[in-house]
């Protein structure tokens, strides 16, 4: 993956060079194909995946416009969180564009929700962005966490090395998906939220190219440690930035969310990006 300077008012923009110099794919919230685990765009058949991770190094950074050129259908996962990419664009610098950024403000308060999961999310107009939400997976190891977000606030610091994370109990199901073959020791928590034998830890192991891994008391495998105690609610709002910036730019918005996930967090950036049409 390259990631290209871009003229002001393009936005953000991928391009499969694998499948020629015009298979362009926006990143536009009418796009999304895909919200398992992840977030997929298509267009006229031309797909990218894993875009949340970047997107929300864009939106923490404050970048407008980019061209991410890529050889093939995913973004790299890397250490499974945005700090790879924070690094190497600070490592670059940041251009200052002539054009003032337009930020996109909202008629109304627009809200979504899933009555099955208890899920919803809320944006209500404001003079300035922020985010705050909650998640609750019915966890003892995880439990209730909160993560906050605003302009004040040091994304490269506080919110872009936090790693994605994943239940023990899931890994067996992913790994028979062929959905975690580029896990390493360094891109993902795992919550080990049941008992489990030494046999089924030695086969995560072996995933994690980890000779030895045990338990630690807190309920989390010592494949990595973690930077912060609500580590997995400040992932769910690094997700939750790079989906929502889908709606078409950098919202005046106050977010507030109740367990989001990719799909609850795509359904509203389509709910933004109507909302803020209408309006226009």
Known sequence: MTVCPSPAGT?????????????????????????????SLTLDGVTVMTIEHLMSAFTGLGIDNALVELDNIE????????????????????????????????????????????SWIKAEPADAPSYDLTIDFNSKVIGVQSAHWDEGVDYATEIGPCRTFVFFHELEFLLSQNLIKGGDVDNALVVVEHPVSDKQVRRVAS???????????????DNV???????????????????????????????????????????????????????A
């Open 225 to 279: 440690r973690r930077h912060f105690p609500n580590e997995c609610a400040r992932h769910k709002l690094l997700d939750l930035m790079g989906d929502l910036r889908l709606a078409g730019g950098f919202l005046n918005a106050r977010i507030t969310g109740f367990k989001p996930g990719h799909t609850m967090n795509t359904r509203m950036a389509a709910a933004l990006a109507e909302a803020i049409g209408a309006k």
């Open 207 to 221: 995933v994690f190219n980890r000779p030895v891994m045990n338990v630690n008391p807190d309920g989390y495998l």
């Open 75 to 118: 973004v790299p996962i890397l250490d499974g969180s945005a700090n790879p990419y924070v690094e190497a664009f600070l490592k670059a610098g940041i251009v200052e564009q002539d054009a003032s950024r337009q930020y996109l403000t909202l008629p109304r308060t627009v809200e979504v929700n899933d009555s099955e999961t208890g």
């Open 11 to 39: 936005g953000i923009r991928f391009l499969r060079k694998d499948l020629g110099p015009e298979a362009f794919v926006p990143a536009c919230a009418s796009l999304v194909s895909n919200t398992a685990r992840s977030t």
